[in-house]
């Protein structure tokens, strides 16, 4: 089945690495060492911004591909291929939406740095912000952060998610694409900028069809990665609406399910 895959994308957290950001580093290398030698892309598919995804894979950074900010950061190794650019306008009316709702939480995701904003955050979720966000600054508003702007990425309380989700929707449409991957997590990126919107900019480069494709994900903003490529795999630890999008589903993370998976389908166990 090798032959037939040329290109593996993997989303980052509940899907990759077990829940303290660990994964099997010899296994990885192994298998990427096989897949380097049929010819077979690694692509990294996560909301997370490309300084921390980079920093997960530290040596390999530049053999590998990068769908980071859902979709939003594309690079093909070396090689940049597509930043996201909100207009300001765009920009100023997700500012003013939030403004509205004290209990939202937002980071600022921009091309050089994440921005959070004083007054609306405390230092305790700055760091913990951080371990997502390598490149992290303060800023005293976020209407004068001069950066080229990617998506936001606002937390809400884990049990309004939904609430939120639809006001987002609601209150920013034409504007603005809300996603979830759950647990009060959302990301505001530019309509048809996803996950799938990035993989199939590289498709394109390396002239790879989305059937000689597998993607790994296990929340909302996997979704459409799932349904574009041939081969998907919902983690066993996804709700039901992920596992619904795939074609089937594997071991969760904690049990090396991607790597597990990626064994057999390349015959290396």
Not at 22 to 40: A, E, K, V, W
Not at 56 to 62: A, K, M, Q, R, T
Not at 136 to 164: G, H, N, R, S
Not at 255 to 264: I, Y
Request: some cysteine; aromatic content about 12%; overall charge negative.
């Amino acid at each position: 089945m090798d032959e037939k895959i040329k290109m593996v994308a993997v989303d980052v957290d509940g899907t990759f690495v077990r829940s303290d950001y660990t994964y099997d580093i010899p296994r990885f290398q192994r298998i990427l060492s096989h897949m380097n030698h049929i010819g077979c892309h690694f692509v990294v598919a996560s909301g997370n911004q490309y300084y921390q995804l980079r920093d997960l894979f530290p040596g390999y950074d530049e053999e590998l591909s990068f769908v980071a900010e859902n979709g939003a950061f594309v690079k093909d190794q070396k090689e940049l291929v597509f930043t996201a650019n909100m207009p300001k306008d765009t920009v100023d009316a997700v500012i003013d939406v939030c403004r509205e709702y004290p209990e939202i939480r937002n980071v600022l995701c921009g091309l050089e740095s994440a921005y959070c904003q004083r007054e609306t955050v405390n230092q305790e979720f700055f760091d913990r912000t951080a371990i997502y966000y390598h490149r992290l600054k303060w800023m005293d508003d976020f209407k004068k952060v001069d950066d080229q702007i990617l998506k936001f990425a606002p937390t809400v309380p884990e049990e309004k998610t939904d609430f939120y989700y639809h006001l987002f929707c609601e209150k920013l449409k034409g504007k603005i694409e809300p996603t979830t991957s759950g647990h009060g997590s959302i990301d505001l990126i530019l309509p048809g900028c996803h996950k799938a919107s990035g993989l199939k900019r590289l498709l394109k480069r390396w002239e790879i069809s989305p059937e000689q494709c597998a993607a790994f994900g296990d929340g909302g903003n996997d979704i459409e990665m799932l349904k574009y490529c041939g081969y998907s795999y919902a983690m066993e630890n996804a709700p039901a609406n992920v596992k619904a999008a795939a074609k089937f589903v594997c071991p969760s993370n904690e049990e090396d399910g991607v790597l597990v998976t990626l064994e057999k389908l390349f015959s290396l166990t």
